[in-house]
T-cell receptor, first 114, second 113 residues
Framework: NAGVTQTPKFQVLKTGQSMTLQCAQD?????MSWYRQDPGMGLRLIHY???????DQGEVPNGYNVSRSTTEDFPLRLLSAAPSQTSVYFC?????????????FGNGTRLTVT | GDSVTQMEGPVTLSEEAFLTINCTYT??????LFWYVQYPGEGLQLLLK?????DKGSNKGFEATYRKETTSFHLEKGSVQVSDSAVYFC????????????FGSGTRLSIRP
């Protein structure tokens, strides 16, 4: 079972470059989300989607864009990378958005912006 | 707004010791509560959950009881192993934050052989 697949695992960018972090799930989950994990700060929600064609902002959306054209895919775009975006990024999905539905996580993308 | 507070780490214990990691929450209504575990180099994975007051979630020897009166969901294990070394996150999901699972800051646990 593939679950949630994130690519790439590691990425180094220069300030001002753009890139897309890929996320795909094969569980037919409605809900998908992107988190960033920084030391001492836990996980912070960047963007989320409750279904194809629907996206919304989380806690720290600035500098990131998302789209959800299919149920399976939820890419995260960095428009103009900044050193403050150095972090580990996790994509997660769940069956529904409702209370009680646990998240399934990918293995993360470690991004360094120089 | 909703929030989760968990004990700061790192926590270092000897093998076979008793483990408690404290977690308290603030939420309106009746949230669902979760513990997630993150092993080195991996994403988070669900360890256990409880969806209503007095429920006990359990998995792999870990337990946590949903205590509404104290707004707590402490994680316990009677005898830890080296393989339990990981970062543990307490989290909640409620109807007031329906599209978002709120995480605590995580507690790093290290077990000495």
């Amino acid at each position: 079972n593939a679950g949630v697949t994130q690519t790439p695992k590691f990425q180094v960018l220069k300030t001002g470059q753009s890139m897309t972090l890929q996320c795909a799930q094969d569980m037919n989950h409605e809900y998908m989300s992107w988190y960033r994990q920084d030391p001492g700060m836990g996980l912070r929600l960047i963007h989320y989607s409750v279904g194809a064609g629907i996206t919304d902002q989380g806690e720290v959306p600035n500098g990131y864009n998302v789209s959800r054209s299919t149920t399976e895919d939820f890419p995260l775009r960095l428009l103009s990378a900044a050193p403050s975006q150095t972090s580990v990024y996790f994509c997660a999905s769940s069956e529904t958005q409702g209370s009680g539905s646990p998240l399934h996580f990918g293995n993360g993308t470690r991004l360094t912006v120089t | 707004g909703d929030s989760v507070t968990q004990m700061e780490g790192p926590v270092t214990l000897s093998e076979e010791a008793f483990l408690t990691i404290n977690c308290t929450y603030t939420a309106t209504g009746y949230p669902s509560l979760f513990w997630y575990v993150q092993y080195p180099g991996e994403g988070l994975q669900l360890l256990l959950k409880a969806t209503k007051a007095d429920d006990k979630g359990s998995n792999k020897g870990f337990e946590a009881t949903y205590r509404k009166e104290t707004t707590s969901f402490h994680l316990e294990k009677g005898s830890v192993q080296v393989s339990d070394s990981a970062v543990y996150f307490c989290a909640l999901s409620s109807y007031s934050s329906a599209s978002k699972i709120i995480f605590g800051s995580g507690t790093r646990l290290s077990i000495r052989p």
